[in-house]
Each structure stands twice: as structure tokens, then as C-alpha cells.
């Protein structure tokens, strides 16, 4: 369990306990860690009726007033997105921060949201942009190309007014000639929020999005998307077909990221766990040890907090179900990730020149990262 105060009372906040460990708390740091999970609204929600630093209370004040804010206005113009898609008979689903707002409706202020995740068929893309540029949206391509997207990324995003929508048309690459999670479309409850019809991931595969969206680069190990999974889990505990989980994991080789997220959930939280689920996930021994035991020593290491480039690479090789598969990603980057991951711009010609040299360049710049932080 975690050693330091800071960690402690996260926890407490996360799992809702009655008793909170306020004794050491220091306020800069756990501040610095809740941000880093992006438990802010909830921290504030449940701390502001306790005895906090007035200052540091008020400076979660305004991020959760932010956040309610901003979720709000995400909240109405995904509402204008949904009826378009209605009126032009376009399915969608919607993922991640506003999946979890419908699912847990009217629950607005307790979870943050960045921005609005969909996914759609592939074969709608052309009607779909047409509706975001009807919309007002603009393509947000970050000055990448957007063969890049498409066919590297799998998404595209559109922009407007601080408002960005990412279109997902897959939640992971094919393994071979298997699409992931291929019966999904079919497995689509529909819920009535505000007097509109939601069609929601099933909450199997809502999960699976989750253990999924691990494999990407950012805070893998933010307990935001924890907290997803446990209300998931609690939810639907009646009713949460594992055997169907069990069997997908292992067709669509997603057992490493699924693992890595139930223990999470095991390792931080007081949900209960199958155990039967995480023995026939078929994750050998050695690697359930070295998950377990990353996830325990980066966590809350504070240090590391800033440094999730690191975190992100030490774990690319624990969230994939065999050794070969993050080799060769690694080996056949696109040229856009090996910028963005070091910061480079990404057509600039040196910057094409270490990448063409990346064998080299590689051990090259984790050398130079470390020194830096230094």
C-alpha cells in the first residue's frame, strides 16, 4: 500500500471512506498528485467540507468551478452533435468522459472532462465531417498530416471554440484479420437522458475501452480512469458478463492492458476483484509480478509525475500480450509519434535525420531526458 500521507488520503477521497488520514498531509504535494490522477473535482467535492489550508481549498475551488464549467459546455454541444448524427441516421457511441456523464447522469461535477470522445463507423467519415464542418468544427490535425491520423491514429479531431471532438472509428489495431471486439455494435443498450436516446458501449465493452485507452500515450496510470472502471464494475456487478471478457481478451489479445487495469482497481481501491478473472486472463506469473510491481512503485511516485514520457515507455512492454508486438511498434514508429514523444517538431529535416537514425538516436535521448530532470 502506499507509504506516504499524500497517497493515503487520495485514497480515502477515491474509495469514499468515512475515516480520512489527514496527519502529514503536505497540501502542495497532494495537490501536485491529485492533479497528475485528474481527481480534482472529486477531491474538492469531498474535502470542502472539512478543515483544509483555506488557501490551498480555494485553489481547488476554482479548478472544480472550471471543470463544472467546461463539462457543462461540453455536455451542450455533445447534445448538438448527437441530434445531427439522429437527423442524418448516423450511429455513434460515445467514450471514456462522456460515456461515464451519460451512464452516471446527472453526475456532471465529479469526474473532469478534456474533451468529447466518439466513436462511429468507418465507412460514415465522409457524412461525418460534413456534419462537424456544418457544426462550425474545423479539422484538428496539431500540423501533422492527415494520412497520419488515419491511418496511424485511427481518430481524427475537430475544433471549435475550446471545444475539441475526437473521432474514433476503432478502439485498437486489427490482430491480423480480426477487427477488436468485433461484435460490439451489436451489444449497444440504449439509455434516455434530457429526452434524448443514448446507444452506450456495453458495460463489458466500456471496460475493455478503458484497459484499451492504457496502451496510448499519456498518464497511463492516472486513477481517474481507475475510478471509471470501479463504478463500472459496482454498477453492473449483477449482471457483468466475465466469461465474454475472458474470451475477448484472449481473441483480441488485450489480456496485459486488462490485467493492468483490474489490478489497479485490486491494488487501490476496496472493489472487489474475481479472482478467477485475473487467473484465467492467462498472464504468465513473471509478468503479473513486474505489473504489480510497476504499478506499486510509479504510482504515487511524485517524481515521476512529470516525467510520464518515461512511466509511458517503462510500461509499453507490460500492456501487450507478447514481447514481439511493442518491439515492432517501437521498431516501425510513425515518424509523428517519435516527434511528439520527444518534442521535436516533426518535419524538420534534423528531426527526420534522427529519426531515420532512431536505433541510435533512441538510447541517445532517454540519456539526455534523464539528464535534464537532473
Keep these: 500500500m502506499p507509504a506516504t500521507p499524500e497517497a493515503r488520503l487520495l485514497l480515502d477521497l477515491l474509495n469514499q471512506r468515512q475515516e480520512m488520514h489527514l496527519s502529514g498531509v503536505q497540501w502542495d504535494k497532494f495537490i501536485r498528485l491529485a492533479k497528475y490522477h485528474d481527481l480534482v473535482p472529486l477531491v474538492f467535492y469531498r474535502l470542502k467540507s472539512m478543515e483544509t489550508p483555506p488557501g490551498e481549498l480555494t485553489n481547488l475551488k476554482s479548478e472544480y468551478q472550471y471543470h463544472i464549467a467546461h463539462n457543462m459546455r461540453l455536455w451542450q454541444e455533445f447534445l448538438e452533435i448527437h441530434t445531427a448524427f439522429q437527423q442524418a441516421n448516423i450511429p455513434m457511441l460515445s467514450l471514456k468522459g462522456m460515456d461515464t456523464l451519460i451512464r452516471f447522469y446527472p453526475e456532471i461535477n465529479l469526474r473532469g472532462m478534456e474533451d468529447i470522445d466518439i466513436l462511429v463507423n468507418e465507412a460514415d467519415l465522409q457524412n461525418i465531417e460534413k456534419i462537424f464542418l456544418k457544426l462550425g468544427f474545423q479539422k484538428y490535425l496539431e500540423d501533422l498530416k492527415e494520412e497520419y491520423w488515419r491511418i496511424k491514429q485511427c481518430h481524427i479531431a475537430f475544433w471549435k471554440s475550446f471545444i475539441l471532438v ?60 481507475v475510478r471509471d472502471a470501479v463504478r463500472i464494475i459496482v454498477t453492473y456487478s ?8 475472458l474470451k475477448e481478451s484472449g481473441a483480441g489479445k488485450m489480456a496485459a492492458p486488462f490485467y493492468f487495469l483490474l489490478m489497479q482497481v485490486k491494488l487501490f481501491t476496496d472493489t472487489p476483484v474475481p479472482a478467477v478473472v485475473l487467473d484465467n486472463l492467462g498472464i504468465s506469473p513473471f509478468k503479473k509480478r513486474l505489473i504489480k510491481k510497476f504499478i506499486l512503485k510509479n504510482t504515487f511516485s511524485l517524481s515521476d509525475l512529470s516525467n510520464r514520457n518515461q512511466t509511458y515507455l517503462r510500461a509499453h512492454f507490460l500492456l501487450y500480450d507478447n514481447f514481439y508486438e511493442p518491439l515492432k511498434y517501437i521498431i516501425n514508429i ?41
Design 334 to 374: 510513425p515518424l509523428e509519434q517519435f516527434a511528439k514523444f520527444y518534442n521535436l517538431p516533426p518535419y524538420n529535416k534534423k528531426t527526420q535525420i534522427l529519426y531515420h537514425l532512431r536505433f541510435i538516436a533512441i538510447p541517445f535521448l532517454q540519456l539526455l531526458s534523464k539528464f535534464k530532470r537532473r
Design 166 to 225: 475526437e473521432v474514433h472509428w476503432q478502439l485498437d489495431f486489427k490482430r491480423g484479420n480480426r477487427a477488436v471486439l468485433p461484435f460490439l455494435w451489436q451489444r449497444t443498450p440504449e439509455v434516455s437522458v434530457e429526452n434524448h436516446n443514448f446507444s452506450l458501449l456495453s458495460p463489458e465493452d466500456a471496460l475493455f475501452s478503458l484497459a484499451l485507452h492504457l496502451r496510448r500515450f499519456g498518464p497511463i496510470l492516472a486513477l481517474k480512469q
Design 238 to 245: 449483477k449482471t457483468l458478463d466475465w466469461d465474454y471478457i
